[in-house]
């Protein structure tokens, strides 16, 4: 039998976006390196106080978010995504 390690995969302790840019100014993804396809929103929380935000890439579907009872957490996609296998 062969050993295996983890493989590598989303960890929803990590963070899913990062700055990006010369100045920081862009948004990087580092699921899918998508560059600025990062759509923030902002509405208010269902806890009564405060507000739920969050950050969702456009192109593989990779989100942070922030709500005042639960704090941050990154909720990464699979990417690439996942190829049916489709063998003879
Ligand atoms: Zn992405």
Known sequence: MTSRTAPPGPDPDQPVFSVWGPDGASIHCRICGAV???????VPS?????????ARC????SAETTDPIFGW????????????PHQP
Request: hydrophobic share 30%; with cysteine; charged share 25%.
């Open 46 to 54: 269902m806890a009564g106080y405060g507000e739920d935000t969050s």
């Open 73 to 84: 957490r990154a909720t990464p996609a699979t990417w690439p995504p996942p190829l049916e």
């Open 58 to 61: 456009t192109r593989c579907g």
């Open 36 to 42: 600025d396809e990062v759509v923030f929103t902002e």
